[in-house]
């Protein structure tokens, strides 16, 4: 699937690139760019439902550790201003822990029950078109440092590794206190907003370069896991496999090398 992703990609990059426009205008000039930087989850809750009958559906506070990011990108300046790429980016695996928020768990004995947390992991590889404006330049402004706003809209394949549902209830403890289930991926729609800085190298390389320096906030869609339960963990399939809105504050520095 991330192979035929990727493929997918890189045929969009050769196609969009030769699609943009022609025209001779003195500021239109390709570019190439590459990004690197750090990743953090964003807000968004999880939810699973056990295969008991009658058992909630279980809300839960999804943490995940913070993780690496890079982009590559082939665009076009097409006005003073404004530029459009297209771009494949990868995002480097969390480790996710989900902490069960409601319904409270069972009471019993004047204490709550101890109840079920999840551990996985998730990873994501996207393929974005991108709209860059740098509203100064717009003006007439020609300054060195230019800020910037973008956006974006295009697939992601995300991908869920297996994962592990822990529950050491000592009230009625469960047969299996944990069980595991099959990981699984999934190309969903995709879209990205942010905003930045990017500064004209070119009098300190001796060549054309600009440095630029991002935020984006990016929604990869929903992450799930599998339903089915590996060897030894039991034959009950969850009424819906943990899954959650898969999002990410990402910050980037990285270099734009315009070429014709």
Same mark, same amino acid.
């Given at each position: 699937? %991330?192979?035929t992703?990727?493929s997918?990609v ?7 690139s030769?699609?943009f426009s022609a025209s001779a205008?003195?500021?239109?000039? &390709?570019?190439f760019?590459g990004? /690197?930087g750090g990743?953090?989850?964003?807000d968004?809750p +999880?939810f699973?439902?056990s295969?008991?009958?009658g058992?909630?559906r ?6 995940a ?6 982009f590559?990108?082939v665009?076009r300046?097409?006005m003073?201003?404004? %530029?459009? #790429?297209v ?10 822990q989900a !902490?069960?928020?409601s319904? @409270? =768990? ?7 029950n ?15 078109f991108? /709209?860059?404006?740098?509203p @100064?330049?717009m003006?007439g402004n020609?300054? %060195? ?6 956006a ?5 394949n995300v991908?869920?590794?297996? &994962? ?7 009230i009625n403890?469960?047969?299996? =206190? $944990?069980r595991?289930?099959?990981g ?6 995709? &879209?990205? *907003?942010?905003? +930045?800085?990017?500064? #004209?190298?070119?009098?300190? $390389?001796?060549?054309?370069v600009?440095? #630029? @320096?991002?935020? %984006?906030?990016?929604?990869?869609? !929903?992450?799930s896991g599998g ?6 963990n +039991?034959?009950?399939?969850? *009424? ?8 990410s504050? *990402? /910050?980037? /520095?990285?270099?734009?090398f315009?070429?014709?």
């Amino acid at each position: 699937m %991330r192979l035929t992703l990727l493929s997918s990609v890189i045929s969009t990059v050769l196609v969009a690139s030769a699609g943009f426009s022609a025209s001779a205008q003195a500021e239109d000039q &390709w570019y190439f760019g590459g990004e /690197v930087g750090g990743a953090w989850q964003g807000d968004q809750p +999880g939810f699973w439902q056990s295969p008991g009958p009658g058992d909630p559906r279980i809300t839960y506070d999804v943490n995940a550790d913070a993780t690496v990011a890079g982009f590559i990108s082939v665009g076009r300046t097409i006005m003073d201003g404004v %530029r459009a #790429d297209v771009s494949l980016g990868i995002l480097g695996d969390q480790d996710v822990q989900a !902490n069960w928020v409601s319904p @409270l =768990p069972s009471i019993a004995g004047g204490k709550p029950n101890d109840h079920a947390n999840i551990a996985t992991s998730v990873s994501a590889i996207s393929g974005m078109f991108n /709209v860059s404006v740098e509203p @100064l330049a717009m003006t007439g402004n020609t300054g %060195r440092i230019q800020p910037f706003v973008t956006a974006g809209i295009g697939v992601a394949n995300v991908r869920m590794d297996s &994962w592990t549902r822990t529950n050491l209830a000592t009230i009625n403890p469960p047969a299996r =206190p $944990v069980r595991s289930f099959e990981g699984n991926d999934s190309t969903n729609f995709a &879209w990205t *907003i942010g905003a +930045g800085v990017s500064i #004209d190298m070119t009098e300190t $390389v001796k060549r054309p370069v600009y440095l #630029d @320096l991002a935020y %984006r906030y990016v929604d990869f869609g !929903n992450v799930s896991g599998g339903g089915t339960p590996l060897p030894g963990n +039991g034959a009950g399939d969850p *009424i819906e496999p943990f899954n959650f809105d898969f999002t990410s504050h *990402i /910050v980037t /520095v990285g270099l734009r090398f315009p070429f014709n």
